[in-house]
């Protein structure tokens, strides 16, 4: 339960703020992307309107021009009044046609709410032979159609708005469009607007084709279509608000680790040192001591190095691990022993500072000299050994007076090849072929090979993870008499002084 509590805590302490930036890049991404689809729908529906206008403006046209093949051209009278009723009655264009000529008058279907003064100001007005108007000064606005049938002869169409509304615009794109003008040969045919003012936000669009040019306007903030993207992409966006931080704090995490909670860890001191005896494994007499780092998390509780040695390694921030190791464990080191610290083959090799001072200011740090100062060189990646840099730093530093040793030798990287150019002066056994002793192993030869290079080499040899007496006296037999492991002493917080290993030798 604290494990999750804490997992979480970290995922929300890590990952808010990415969370933040990625609801903020999906809303810009669906401000953008929705404003494009709004202005695409604007263009394509002012596209359908040309089409509407002018297929319309045709049909208007053939109609007009049916009506008058069929009309008997003469007087108006009372005939022709029913007729022309009769006609608005079953034209899908037209509400009322009218008929205006020279010598017979002027007539009209019933209800037409057209005078013939308008039909003579138009024609006197625009030349033609055919004459489009739009009029909304009348309750009803409609579009007018004059066609000059025979000279001095009109045939007169009236359409009511509405109907060419429904024609170019859906109900649903109404609410949408607050603008909308349309013009033929260059005379107002139709407008509406739905606008006090401009907004501020608007989208705009303007489409000319043939005779018919339609200008239309509409608002950029227009609920329907902002909830619709937002369903969709809302969800989205806080699933992946959520998901990628978890999986970037993942990817950025060793073991559960993270690196900004190791440089907490180190700032805060949670990071401290264990020391465990490394003794003459005849007479149990302890000749050093092995620092090692143990965090103790306020949550978790102890966490080994193999969590998180690997991750401050690939973050540089084994330096500073050991400066703060350091400082922790100064003065407490008994005067008759050395201390053996951990010392990653990056550490050693990195251009940025110099190893010898380093270490020197570690032994400054500790209060011990050079002398007393034991080096593991840990391989978690392979060293070049033959590279010359690198001999001449460890020179330099046996030249000190450090004493250099092999870590896990047999293991990883550490291997024969390590000495081929280079002897250390002592090589520590990994626990691993130690363990061989007590089982049937096939790797117990190895041990032994190990063992007698060593001695060939006049090389030191540590025994580590020695559990059992058996273990203990198998080494003992081949002249190993330097040990680290259980049998004598765990790894331990020293908190005040060193506390005596009690040795568990018969
Ligand atoms: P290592 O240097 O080989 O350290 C010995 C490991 O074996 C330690 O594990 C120790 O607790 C464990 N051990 C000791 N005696 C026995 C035993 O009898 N039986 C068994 N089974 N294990 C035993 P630990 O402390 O978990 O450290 C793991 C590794 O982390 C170390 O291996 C070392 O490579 C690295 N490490 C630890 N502290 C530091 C540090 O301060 N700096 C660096 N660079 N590496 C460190
Ligand atoms: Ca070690
Ligand atoms: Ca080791």
Not at 160 to 188: A, G, W
Not at 260 to 283: C, K, S, W, Y
């Amino acid at each position: 339960m604290i494990q999750i509590r804490w997992q979480l805590g970290r995922y929300i302490r890590h990952g808010w703020r990415w969370f933040i930036l990625i609801q903020l890049i999906c809303l810009l991404g669906v401000a953008m992307a929705g404003s494009l689809a709004l202005s695409e729908r604007l263009n394509d529906r002012a596209e359908e309107v040309v089409v509407a206008t002018d297929s319309f403006l045709n049909r208007g046209i053939d109609a007009l021009t049916t009506l008058g093949h069929e009309l008997a051209p003469g007087a108006c009278d009372a005939t022709a009044e029913f007729r022309l009723t009769e006609a608005a009655i079953h034209s899908d264009v037209f509400d009322h046609f009218a008929y205006l000529s020279n010598e017979g008058g002027y007539c009209r279907s019933a209800t037409n709410p057209l005078y013939p003064v308008q039909v003579g100001q138009l024609i006197s007005t625009h030349p033609g032979p055919l004459w489009l108007s739009f009029d909304d000064s009348t309750l009803t606005p409609y579009q007018l159609f004059v066609l000059e049938q025979a000279p001095g002869r009109y045939l007169i169409g009236v359409a009511k708005s509405s109907h060419l509304l429904d024609r170019l615009v859906t109900p649903r794109d109404r609410n949408f469009i607050r603008r909308l003008q349309i013009q033929v040969d260059q005379r107002l045919f139709y407008t509406r607007d739905n606008l006090t003012q401009v907004p501020w936000l608007s989208l705009q669009t303007s489409l000319a084709q043939g005779k018919v040019r339609v200008q239309m306007m509409a608002l950029l903030f227009s609920g329907d279509h902002w909830r619709r993207w937002l369903t969709y992409s809302l969800p989205l966006s806080l699933a992946l608000g959520v998901l990628l931080p978890v999986l970037m704090i993942r990817r950025r995490s060793h073991q559960g680790v993270l690196v900004d909670d190791l440089t907490m860890a180190l700032r805060r001191g949670e990071i401290g040192p264990v020391f465990q005896p490394i003794v003459h494994g005849g007479n149990g007499r302890v000749k050093g001591f092995e620092m090692m780092a143990r965090w103790t998390h306020p949550t978790l509780g102890m966490i080994t190095p193999d969590t998180f040695i690997p991750m401050m390694e690939q973050h540089g921030l084994l330096d500073r691990l050991l400066l703060s190791l350091a400082d922790q464990a100064r003065g407490k080191l008994p005067s008759t022993a050395y201390l053996s610290i951990n010392l990653s083959g990056e550490q050693l090799t990195q251009g940025l500072r110099d190893p010898l001072s380093f270490l020197l200011e570690i032994c400054h740090r500790l209060g011990i000299g050079p002398d007393r100062l034991m080096v593991e060189i840990t391989e978690r990646h392979a060293l070049d050994y033959d590279c010359p840099q690198l001999q001449e730093t460890l020179a330099i530093l046996r030249h000190a007076g450090f004493k250099l040793a092999f870590d896990d030798f047999g293991t990883g990287h550490n291997g024969i090849a390590c000495l081929r150019t280079f002897s250390p002066d002592v090589i520590k056994i990994d626990k691993s072929y130690v363990h061989t002793v007590s089982g049937e192993a096939i790797q117990k030869p190895v041990l032994d090979a190990i063992i007698q290079l060593a001695r060939k080499m006049k090389v030191e040899v540590i025994a580590e993870g020695v559990e059992t007496d058996a273990q203990r006296l198998f080494l003992l037999e081949r002249g190993v008499t330097s040990m680290q492991g259980y049998l004598f002493g765990r790894p331990t917080h020293w908190h005040d002084s060193c506390p005596q290993p009690q040795p568990a030798i018969a």
